[in-house]
């Protein structure tokens, strides 16, 4: 048997809760087009993101560690990757649609500059006089504007269910947009993305860290939430090799998204929604842990900030990041002829300093790092 569109969305409403997001409901495109013979609307904005040179280049963007300083730890991309399983696993045990937060979270890093989070700050900072630089409005920016692709409109063209969940995405270092639908929450599937990604970073950075030598496992310890996971697993801090860690970060993961199915469930039947209008309509997020386990996550939040993310050899990296950023972005709004013909075309539309930040916040960590030695390094081929 052939799955057609008309037989996907048929399975959805077969198998899918009341208040997931469905398919054959969605609120459409900005521009009218037709839809896939074989693809649900969410599938083909599926499709759509993978294939932009934007997700491409989140390969050699940073997350934690530059992406040159070694080949195993995690870049923009794996991140992303990593985001979408786990939200594809509590999409699937929540009963909700797979497809639509698979895209949200392949699309929820594409507006990501170079260099992490310490690119976006140079950013912002660099474009203050044009409204700053946020990744979450770039990441719209990128699926509706910069992308070429298609004669008919810019960007991708995706369903408004995919841009709302990429403009609500919402974590301690990710802000939603309250231009858009403020009095509303975000989907189901969007708000599994939100929490997926904090799980994800709190996970990875976690073993990153242990494997850069930059956290020692003794000092980790006595993080209530990690030093509870050691004396369950029965493992010695004074004797962790790789294959503990392994074990640690596979634990921690399991533990957390397991609450949140449970706890998520539990609200969602407490809260009475029917719908995804209800859920859009309810007071509070529904999607979360129990208190618990969220303090206890913050507290491990709260030492990887001030452990790994304010280790002095990221600070060396975040210095340098800043100094690469702002000597590009100068010496180009001061000498705009250097610029290429495609993104002086991009200036002539957009205004100079928002044509610089945008070719900046799409370079990858290896590209800002060669830009800036064609601009300064004398020996340098231009």
């Known amino acids: 048997m052939t799955m057609t569109r008309a037989r996907l969305e048929a399975a959805e409403r077969a198998v899918l809760a009341p208040f997931a997001a469905f398919a054959d409901a969605s609120r459409g495109r900005v521009h009218d087009e037709g839809e896939s013979r074989y693809r649900t609307a969410f599938q083909k904005d599926r499709d759509r993101v993978v294939h932009t040179s934007a997700f491409r280049r989140l390969e050699y963007k940073t997350q934690v560690f530059v992406n040159y300083a070694g080949d195993y730890y995690r870049t923009r991309l794996t991140h992303t990757l990593e985001v979408t399983q786990v939200a594809r696993s509590i999409a699937r045990a929540l009963g909700i649609n797979e497809d639509l937060a698979e895209t949200i979270a392949l699309a929820h890093d594409l507006g990501h500059p170079p260099f992490g989070h310490a690119g976006e700050r140079t950013l912002n900072r660099l474009a203050h006089t044009i409204g700053g630089f946020d990744h979450n409005k770039q990441s ?4 509706t504007e910069l992308e070429h692709r298609y004669a008919a409109f810019p960007g991708l063209n995706l369903t408004l269910e995919t841009l709302e969940g990429i403009m609500k ?3 301690e270092y990710d802000l939603p947009d309250d231009s858009w639908a403020p009095d509303e929450k975000a989907s189901l599937e969007a708000q599994v993305v939100n929490a997926a ?6 996970a990875h950075d976690l073993d990153d860290g242990l494997r850069s030598g930059h956290l020692d496992v003794r000092e980790v310890a006595r993080v209530p939430l990690i030093g509870r996971l050691l004396d369950r697993l029965e493992i010695d801090p ?12 596979r634990e921690l993961l399991g533990l957390v998204i397991d609450e949140i199915i449970e706890h998520t469930g539990e609200r969602i039947e407490a809260a009475g929604v029917r719908d995804i209008d209800d859920v859009r309509h309810h007071r509070v997020t529904l999607v979360g842990t129990g208190a618990e386990l969220a303090l206890e996550l ?3 939040k709260r030492f990887l900030y001030d452990n790994l993310y304010f280790h002095h050899r990221l600070i060396r ?3 340098k990041a800043d100094h ?8 180009y709004c001061s000498t705009p002829e250097m610029l ?18 945008d070719y900046l916040a799409g370079m990858t960590d290896r590209y800002a790092g060669d830009e800036y030695a064609r601009l300064f390094d004398p020996t340098s081929l231009t």
């Not at 990604?197 to 709190?202: G, H, L, P, R």
Request: without cysteine; aromatic residues 8%; negative net charge.
């Open 324 to 331: 690469i950023l702002e000597r590009i972005f100068l010496a």
């Open 298 to 300: 913050a507290e491990l």
């Open 238 to 249: 004074n004797a962790f090799g790789t294959r503990e860690r392994y074990v640690l970060v």
């Open 140 to 143: 719209l920016r990128i699926v």
């Open 317 to 319: 990296m975040t210095r």
């Open 169 to 171: 995405h919402e974590t």
């Open 197 to 202: 990604d904090e799980i994800a970073y709190n």
């Open 340 to 357: 290429s013909p495609d993104v002086r075309a991009q200036a002539d539309a957009l205004g100079l300093e928002r044509a610089v930040i």
